[in-house]
């Protein structure tokens, strides 16, 4: 029999989404242990963790010393590094305050300045180099499930290089955009959540952060300012996940 | 003398305790939540309302509906909104598929390895693959309640104020009728294996609880009296930790499944009764660790809930339609328990419908005292007695009993 990858999960501040759905593939967690043999994991496991792992997934950002340690102590023991999810990739929503963090303490928990050593929010890929980012608030399963399947296989994983918008078109969705004016970011939005938002009739809200290359924040803004929406408030849905400039 | 213990396994989120000794004598304990700040409340404001219940989803990933649906129902009543019975039911469903997938996940993948003697789940597994398949079925269908109602198993965004962005269908509907009535005999099965808990933590002196049983119009107490949170909860900050702590009148107190079924028993479906009322005095005692057994009875109560809410929906007829909101000047909260316990979401509006105050409070704050008195009693009984390792084991079970959220605690916001 071939011997298993090491994965190790590794989580710093966030929802604990990111985490947690590596679980909940259900029936495909046990296809994929196949593969992998699952070391630290706090949120599942009171396995202590140690050593080198073959493949590591960081969730979450950077914001405190304890989530920059931990970090980087992720990264020089793992071959492979996925940033997963949209906090450790762009930033997410606790990125997007954008008050100095003595400012921010000093709103929320009162005079008694920073004494738990906490940082600005932001994603693990500002500190770290990663070998693979994986999007999504949350991120699409199936997507790290064929990503671990590939890396395992020796294969490097698919990376989507579409917009939101495809997906769309594919399932016949109605554009809520061009057909309801709803303020919908799919056309400047990285694609692979098979257009969850648009699927509740809704627009799409930016989760999976900008499309990398030529993508055309200046048109989209252009076209909710023609819808009506104030200019204010496009850009703070630009600024909500990723710190998209229009 | 102060120990510090490592950082808490299988619960959600960052959190450690440590332990005060001078003399040798156990002084105090205190609950650290080290996961960084999140800023939620400074987040939404100045936002417009309409993006802000799907912000707030982001809080949790374990309770995101339950923060979707009390950031609706705070807003709706700043606007002065009243919703049908309809969306009522649909939205009382989505929290029942939010209580099944997160007491499943609680209670066969952190709770059960205790109760088996394992470090986790997947090891558990070898052994016992049925029970975490049974598990995981349960969670399963929760999540697809969640997909349903709230457009995505995780951080959906179809809840909205005035309804939905998109309602179940006719064969949505029957598939939870079907699904709940199928389930039911794996929740039965975990009131019995969770009945072989013992005592631990502390015993709460004080309940609270919403005044319905999933969400309400204002809270209770052990008194039955309805209040506002401003009435009698107060939360202050701690040095030592980015969650706050919440007392009443006072005092600690408990929220969650124990005191939901300890107030509003009532209120329980025909099955869950039943199993309430034989498992009543052992509950009465308000051991803390009573809760895992609790929410045992609470996936029975979400079943069958879960299927007469889909028979009276597929009976009347699904309408789809959503109430006008128009935005304007005013204040509202939304009370909703999550899956571990009262959740309030606190908003004031301006004229154009853009939130200038918002606070929110989360069960695992409400707790959080209450989480330091049980781990005092415990670490009294075992200091001294036990080597560290064992020590921290039982302390991990005893935090572990409240279902902490940790993630959802470390946002609170005074203004």
């Given at each position: 029999m071939m011997e298993k990858l090491k994965l190790g999960v590794f989580e710093l501040t966030g929802c604990g989404g990111c985490a947690l759905n590596v679980l909940f593939l259900y029936e495909r967690l046990f296809d994929l242990l196949e593969f992998y043999e699952m070391g630290e994991f706090h949120m599942a496991s009171s396995a202590q963790g140690g050593g080198h792992y073959d493949v590591g997934i960081v969730t979450g950002t950077v914001s405190t010393h304890r989530d920059l340690e931990l970090l980087k102590n992720a990264r020089n023991r793992s071959d492979y590094l996925i940033a997963l999810g949209t906090c450790a990739t762009h930033g997410s929503v606790q990125a997007s305050v954008e008050l100095p963090i003595r400012e921010k303490l000093k709103a929320v928990y009162g005079d008694e300045g920073n004494p738990m050593k906490a940082l600005d929010s932001k994603p693990a890929v500002e500190y770290v180099a990663v070998d693979l980012a994986i999007p999504g608030?949350?991120?699409?399963?199936?997507?790290?499930?064929?990503?671990?399947?590939?890396?395992?296989?020796?294969?490097?994983?698919?990376?989507?290089?579409?917009?939101?918008?495809?997906?769309?078109?594919?399932?016949e969705y109605e554009c809520v955009l061009v057909k309801r004016n709803l303020p919908c970011l799919g056309p400047i939005t990285l694609g692979g959540c098979n257009a969850a938002c648009v699927r509740s009739g809704l627009g799409c809200i930016g989760c999976r952060?900008?499309?990398?290359?030529?993508?055309?924040?200046?048109?989209e803004y252009e076209i909710l300012r023609g819808l009506g929406y104030n200019g204010d408030y496009i850009v703070r849905k630009f600024k909500t996940f990723a710190r998209w400039e229009p | 003398m102060i120990i510090e213990l490592h950082e808490f396994t299988r619960v959600e989120g960052n959190g450690r305790a440590e332990i005060v000794v001078e003399d040798g004598e156990v002084k105090d304990v205190r609950l650290k939540i080290v996961e960084g700040p999140r800023f939620f409340e400074l987040l939404t404001l100045g936002r417009h309302y309409y993006d802000v219940p799907d912000l707030e989803a982001r809080i949790c990933a374990i309770c995101y509906l339950a923060h979707s649906v009390a950031s609706v129902m705070g807003i709706e009543r700043a606007f002065g909104v009243e919703v049908p019975e309809e969306i009522k039911l649909l939205r009382e469903l989505g929290l029942i598929g939010e209580l099944l997938e997160s007491h499943a996940l609680h209670l066969y993948l952190l709770v059960a390895p205790d109760v088996l003697g394992y470090s986790d789940a997947i090891r558990m597994a070898t052994k016992h693959g049925e029970l975490v398949k049974e598990g995981l079925a349960l969670k399963a269908f929760g999540n697809r309640i969640r997909e349903l109602i709230g457009g995505?198993?995780?951080?959906?965004?179809?809840?909205?104020?005035?309804?939905?962005?998109?309602?179940?269908?006719?064969?949505?509907?029957?598939?939870?009728?079907?699904?709940?009535?199928?389930?039911?005999?794996?929740?039965?099965?975990?009131?019995?294996?969770?009945?072989?808990?013992?005592?631990?933590?502390?015993?709460?002196?004080?309940?609270?609880a919403t005044d319905g049983y999933l969400w309400g119009?204002?809270?209770?107490?052990?008194?039955?009296?309805?209040?506002?949170?401003?009435?009698?909860?107060?939360?202050?900050?701690?040095?030592?930790?980015?969650?706050?702590?919440?007392?009443?009148?006072?005092?600690?107190?408990?929220?969650?499944?124990?005191?939901?079924?300890?107030?509003?028993?009532?209120?329980?479906?025909?099955?869950?009764?039943?199993?309430?009322?034989?498992?009543?005095?052992?509950?009465?005692?308000?051991?803390?660790?009573?809760?895992?057994?609790?929410?045992?009875?609470?996936?029975?109560?979400?079943?069958?809930?879960?299927?007469?809410?889909?028979?009276?929906?597929?009976?009347?007829?699904?309408?789809?339609?959503?109430?006008?909101?128009?935005?304007?000047?005013?204040?509202?909260?939304?009370?909703?328990?999550?899956?571990?316990?009262?959740?309030?979401?606190?908003?004031?509006?301006?004229?154009?419908?853009?939130?200038?105050?918002?606070?929110?409070?989360?069960?695992?704050?409400?707790?959080?005292?209450?989480?330091?008195?049980s781990l005092l009693k415990e670490v009294r009984a075992l200091y001294g007695e036990v080597g560290e390792g064992e020590m921290v084991k039982k302390l991990e079970e005893t935090v572990r009993a409240f279902d902490p959220c940790i993630s959802c605690s470390v946002h609170l916001v005074k203004l």
């Open positions: 608030c949350p991120y699409d399963k199936e997507e790290l499930y064929q990503a671990l399947m590939n890396i395992a296989r020796g294969a490097d994983p698919v990376r989507p290089d579409y917009p939101v918008c495809v997906e769309c078109k594919l399932n952060g900008p499309l990398p290359g030529e993508v055309n924040p200046a048109g | 995505r198993e995780i951080h959906g965004i179809n809840v909205k104020p005035g309804g939905f962005g998109r309602y179940p269908t006719v064969e949505e509907l029957e598939e939870v009728e079907r699904q709940s009535e199928a389930l039911l005999k794996l929740a039965k099965r975990a009131v019995r294996l969770f009945a072989g808990l013992g005592p631990y933590g502390e015993r709460a002196k004080h309940f609270v119009e204002r809270l209770i107490s052990e008194g039955g009296e309805p209040f506002h949170y401003t009435e009698r909860i107060e939360e202050r900050s701690l040095v030592y930790s980015f969650a706050k702590q919440g007392k009443y009148n006072g005092e600690s107190f408990l929220v969650g499944a124990l005191p939901r079924l300890l107030l509003k028993a009532k209120m329980l479906t025909p099955e869950a009764k039943r199993l309430f009322e034989e498992q009543r005095e052992r509950l009465e005692t308000g051991y803390v660790s009573y809760n895992n057994l609790a929410q045992a009875i609470e996936l029975v109560y979400s079943l069958e809930r879960a299927g007469e809410i889909a028979k009276t929906l597929l009976d009347r007829g699904i309408n789809g339609e959503n109430v006008p909101v128009e935005p304007g000047e005013g204040e509202g909260i939304g009370y909703v328990e999550a899956p571990r316990g009262v959740l309030i979401h606190h908003y004031r509006t301006d004229s154009e419908g853009k939130i200038v105050y918002s606070n929110i409070i989360t069960p695992t704050a409400l707790n959080h005292a209450m989480m330091e008195a």
